[in-house]
């Protein structure tokens, strides 16, 4: 079952966020919690975001308020190709908070979610193959006497 998306305002309480460049455009940002299982039998709960981009103009048509929840499901997509040609590192796949970029016989994977309106739409995942490195830096980060609760996992 998918749970619907949460329209979320930010810090200040603004719903439609303006670009800091040119404030004819801005965003809306979206949120929904999904649950994962990782191939090891882990089980979280995440919230993953996604934000709709336009003009002011045309987000404010919506009429959205904050907390509001709309139909929907907010889709993951990964791909070898870059979705930003002028800024790839920005949609770099982390693993969790160690640094380490997710990669596929050392390409970088990159990452995009997506709102859609219809929940028809899925995620397009990759398996990254440079475990090690993710589970060295793991292993730095680690505290002495903690229980291991696979943190390398991403939705």
């Known amino acids: 079952m998918v749970s619907k998306v949460k329209v979320t305002a930010n810090e200040a309480g603004d719903v439609i966020v303006m670009s800091k460049e040119n404030n004819k455009y801005g965003h809306i940002r979206v949120e929904q919690k999904r649950t994962v299982i990782s191939d090891k039998g882990w089980v979280k709960v995440k919230p993953v975001s996604a934000l709709l981009h336009g003009t002011v103009e045309d987000l404010a ?27 790839p590192e920005k949609d770099y796949k982390m693993a969790g908070s160690t640094g380490i970029v ?20 899925h995620d397009e995942t990759l398996a990254h193959d440079n475990s090690e490195a993710i589970r060295l830096a793991n292993a730095e980060s680690a505290v002495p006497g903690s229980v291991d609760t696979e943190e390398s996992f991403t939705l």
Not at 102 to 108: E, I, N, S
């Open 61 to 87: 048509e919506f009429g959205f308020e904050d907390g509001q929840l709309i139909q929907g499901k907010i889709v993951i997509k990964e791909s070898l190709v870059p979705f930003n040609a002028e800024n």
């Open 102 to 121: 997710c990669c596929v016989d050392g390409q970088p994977i990159y990452r995009k979610t997506f709102y859609n309106p219809s929940s028809n739409d």
